[in-house]
């Protein structure tokens, strides 16, 4: 069975880079056809997708959060992270990483979800 945990800080402070892991376990971050993905959802409001990192280590990134956003992974963890630098109070949100499977065109398995709080 496959699961995904983030982890990482739960309160960060304004203008600092928050930095998110997500372990991979019962599958590999270099599966054929899988990208994983960050996403979030602020409260009160939607998902929003933030990037991802494919299987051969190409990384994609929301137009919106590109000059902020950087993702990369360690094979030999099996983990891949999440680096949001000069975080705001709007950058508050639940953070969740999830697998999407470019073969059957949906995500298949999300993390639980972990709330960060950008605050002073």
């Known amino acids: 069975q496959v699961q995904l945990q983030e982890s990482g800080p739960g309160l960060v402070k304004p203008s600092q880079t928050l930095s998110l892991t997500c372990t991979v376990f019962g599958d590999s971050v270099t599966t054929n056809y899988y990208y994983w993905s960050w996403i979030r959802q602020p409260p009160g409001k939607g998902l929003e997708w933030m990037g991802a990192?494919?299987?051969?280590?190409?990384?994609y990134y929301s137009p919106s959060l590109k000059s902020r956003t950087s993702i990369s992974r360690d094979t030999s963890k099996n983990q891949f992270t999440l680096q949001l630098s000069s975080v705001t109070a709007e950058d508050t949100a639940v953070y969740f990483c999830?697998?999407?499977?470019?073969?059957?065109?949906?995500?298949?398995?999300w993390g639980q979800g972990t709330q960060v709080t950008v605050s002073s």
């Open positions: 999830a697998s999407w499977d470019s073969d059957s065109w949906e995500y298949d398995y």
């Open positions: 990192i494919g299987y051969s280590g190409s990384t």
